[in-house]
């Protein structure tokens, strides 16, 4: 069984920061990719940024020069520095991981975290 545990999500003023974590935890093989996601209230789940086992990153457009993702592969573990947030940026955050449960895998299956809620007011 593969957990994704979420953390640091809050309340924040615009302009302000918050940094998520999400470590994975239980019996796998490897990680590859992981990523951000958020849905605000009425809204599709969109992808916020991405980042490959070697470090390869991807960003939603509404994002790139103020968020960064970084992801510790000893600690199974991926980050989110957010800065120069706004209230567009509220929404609730979810971690996603693609991992191999065994070595043999061709490919990883998807994993979702239990979300975080990330409020910027105005």
């Known amino acids: 069984q593969v957990q994704l545990v979420e953390s640091g999500g809050g309340l924040v003023q615009a302009g302000g920061s918050l940094r998520l974590s999400c470590a994975a935890s239980?019996?796998?093989?490897?990680?590859?990719?992981m990523g951000w996601y958020r849905q605000a209230p009425g809204k599709q789940r969109e992808l916020v940024a991405s980042?490959?086992?070697?470090?390869?990153?991807n960003y939603a457009y509404s994002v790139k020069g103020r968020f960064t993702i970084s992801r510790d592969n000893v600690k199974n573990t991926v980050y989110l520095q957010m800065n120069s947030l706004k209230p567009e940026d509220t929404a609730v955050y979810y971690c996603?991981?693609?991992?191999?449960?065994?070595?043999?895998?061709?490919?990883?299956?998807?994993?979702w975290g239990q979300g975080t809620q990330v409020t910027v007011s105005s």
């Open positions: 239980g019996r796998f093989a490897s990680i590859d990719a």
């Open positions: 996603n991981a693609e991992v191999r449960i065994q070595w043999s895998d061709y490919s990883g299956k998807n994993y």
């Open positions: 980042i490959t086992r070697t470090g390869s990153t």
